[in-house]
């Protein structure tokens, strides 16, 4: 009875110290080896495979980050492929994607949904990290804004390959797994 007793104090006392919107890093997270497409032959890539992602805002960026197993040069990815990641703030949706360009030349392009972003790709790590001005969020000029609903998805030329969610909110420039400027 007196451990039982011990372990509800403890437990007690880590939720009066954890603030309600503290952030589980990653963000997100996804099982592994589910990277495939069924749409079309059932094609299996570690390039689709989503590992994790985070999102961080600050005084003038939203820096966001997807993880993926591996970014081989893999024969499924010379048919195009893409990767995204969004989110909502006020019941509007927002995303960020990355593209590679069919071929046997890795090019890859980035988007915002409302405006322009800078994508960064690391290829031997597998990992996209997009930074979008903060001026192309202008519900941010609000403090306290909550990015909910974070999404990720992958997908080759043609139909899905992985994707995942969490219900984890994350509140306008506050500490995050990542860093945003």
Known sequence: MRRILCVLAAVAALAVTTPANALTCP??????????????????????DIVSAD??????????????VALPDDPILWLGARWSVGWRIDGVAYSVTAR???????VYTGGFSHGPAA???????????????????????TPGKAFIDLYASTGPFAGNGDAASVMQTYVDQDPACITAA
């Open 119 to 141: 994508l960064a790709v690391d290829a031997p790590a597998g990992t996209f990290t997009w930074t979008v001005d903060r001026a192309d969020l202008p519900v941010l000029a």
């Open 100 to 106: 590679r360009s069919a071929g046997r030349s890795a």
């Open 27 to 48: 963000m997100l997270t996804d099982d592994l080896a589910d990277g495939r497409s069924v749409a079309v032959g059932a094609i299996q890539s570690d390039a689709l």
């Open 55 to 68: 999102l961080a805002s600050g005084a003038t960026t939203v820096s966001v980050v997807l993880r993926v």
